[in-house]
């Protein structure tokens, strides 16, 4: 799961990130309104984490933008502004939930958790490409029926490929998906990962486009 942390307050941003990262979701940190949108726009991700007092913009305005893209995203508000109002107009404004600063960072969890089902309930669950199985809402995937153990960025990597089936798929692409922005990536990391996969899958299922990147074949 891709998260767009929006969030101006660095100390908040640092504890936030911290904890989703240890929990196991992608997470990349904006602290300006129109620095997400621009984001948004080029890679959107799974979930947006906004902060609605930016210094650049108000977040009920960012939030229409991003509503504007019409993309499939999860919108959780985060506001210091306890009035009542706020929550009705961002929730009117079609986010998807809200917390009032300052929560725990279970809660925080716990609320991120139940828009990645919604995200997984909504995308298909099961995707299958030859003797290939992946579930989406489980993290798992079989090989002609039998179990796979695939590190968490192995499977990340497989679904990125299969989601894309019959698209090539760039190394900066796959990067970008697999690390947050400023993780340490070593520069043959995707190569690795890809070596790995091949030798749990049979050695054809991802295939080399030389110079381009790497692709599996549509079902
Ligand atoms: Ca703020």
């Given at each position: ?205 991802i295939k080399t486009v ?5 692709q599996?074949?549509?079902?």
């Amino acid at each position: 799961m891709q998260v767009l942390l929006v969030e101006d307050d660095a100390l908040l941003g640092e504890g936030i990130v911290c904890a989703l990262k240890q929990a196991g979701f992608t997470v990349n940190w904006i602290d300006t309104g129109r620095y997400a949108l621009s984001s948004i726009k080029a890679e959107p991700p799974d979930i947006v984490l906004l902060d609605l007092g930016l210094p650049d913009m108000d977040g009920l305005s960012v939030l229409k933008a991003i509503k504007a893209l019409a993309l499939p995203i999860q919108i959780l508000i985060l506001t210091a502004r306890d009035g009542i109002e706020y929550k009705v107009a961002g929730l009117d404004g079609g986010a998807d939930d809200y917390l009032t600063k300052p929560f725990a960072r279970e809660e925080l969890l716990a609320r991120l958790r139940v828009l990645e089902r919604r995200l997984t309930d909504a995308s298909t669950a099961e995707i299958s490409i030859g003797d290939v199985c992946l579930y989406t809402d489980k993290h798992r995937a079989t090989l002609a029926g039998n179990e796979l153990s695939l590190s968490r960025r192995e499977y990340m990597l497989l679904k990125a490929l299969m989601e894309s089936a019959g698209i090539i798929q760039t190394k900066e692409r796959l990067e970008s998906q697999l690390y947050s922005w400023g993780e340490q990536i070593a520069s043959n990391a995707i190569e690795v990962h890809i070596h790995n996969l091949r030798k749990k899958l049979s050695g054809s299922f991802i295939k080399t486009v030389r110079g381009v990147g790497y692709q599996v074949d549509k079902p």
